[in-house]
């Protein structure tokens, strides 16, 4: 719970605005599995701070997932935070923990939040892996919530719907889906992909809908997207493998960075 995390938020920004020798920021954009590459489309990096040397944060427990916060100036003058890595409910260290990110960067008063994941697709009938979608909604059911208490959050509008038709600006065909979180690390079995189904979502993963409401608590416009990197478990007949979702990520790269570093600049 805790007044505790929001604190250690407070240093961790007072340290990350130090680091990077700037008092504010304007955005910041988190990169889930195999985006690494995107980041490097966004701009010119200023400073590249390790995770393990800001108060809070821990160094990723997943192969592939980095571990450091990128300060980038991008074409059009913006300083954006880019954490290239991100902690996952599924890693035991809680909940304040995974959002740490988001609260450290709402501290530095970043007001614009992006965040990335790769994710299943719950509709192959129209989505084909390497898609991004833009998340218009979520579903949380990881049975945890990054807010203790009496604090009663609106979440009619959690994924900005300005932030959305922005992007769609730039890319007309880009689709969006309701994304629905598990808190993993298990793959979803083929039942709970007909579930998801039926319940109306499109795509499932293991994170981002609690940076998205530790965001909506700060006051943080949010934009989240997801890259499909394979259909769910059952729907394609093969069996579900990390290494080729960090794969799909990775030949995917490019456009989602092009992409991001457009929409960052309009925000
Ligand atoms: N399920 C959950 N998380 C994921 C998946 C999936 O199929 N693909 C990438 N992240």
Do not use: C
């Not at 920004?13 to 985006?35: I, K, N, Y």
């Not at 890693?91 to 960067?105: K, S």
């Not at 807010?147 to 609106?154: A, K, N, S, V």
């Amino acid at each position: 719970m805790t007044k505790d995390a929001y604190s250690l938020a407070g240093e961790a920004a007072a340290a990350l605005r130090s680091a990077a020798a700037l008092d504010t920021f304007d955005v910041a954009l988190v990169m889930g599995s195999g985006w690494v590459p995107a980041a490097d489309a966004i701009g010119e990096t200023l400073t590249e701070i390790a995770f393990s040397d800001l108060p809070g944060f821990r160094a990723p427990a997943v192969a592939g997932h980095g571990g450091t916060i990128r300060v980038v100036r991008t074409p059009g003058g913006r300083t954006a935070l880019i954490f290239l890595g991100r902690t996952h409910l599924y890693e035991g260290l809680g909940v304040d923990a995974v959002v740490h990110g988001v609260r450290t960067a709402a501290a530095a008063g970043v007001r614009t939040l992006v965040l990335t994941n790769a994710a299943g697709g719950l509709r192959p009938e129209t989505q084909d892996v390497g898609d991004p979608v833009l998340i218009s909604d979520h579903i949380n059911l990881t049975g945890a919530n990054p807010i203790t208490g009496t604090t009663f959050i609106d979440l009619t509008e959690v994924y900005s719907r300005r932030l959305r038709d922005l992007v769609r600006e730039i890319d007309p065909g880009i689709a969006e889906g309701v994304y629905v979180a598990f808190r993993g690390p298990t793959y979803e079995t083929p039942a709970e992909i007909r579930m998801l189904r039926t319940l109306g979502g499109d795509m499932v993963g293991m994170s981002t809908v609690l940076e998205a409401i530790a965001a909506r608590e700060a006051g943080l416009e949010v934009l989240g997207v997801s890259l499909v990197t394979n259909p769910g478990a059952g729907l394609s007949g093969e069996p579900l493998n990390h290494e080729e979702v960090l794969e799909v990520g990775r030949a995917t790269a490019a456009r989602m960075g092009v992409l991001l570093a457009k929409a960052v600049d309009r925000l």
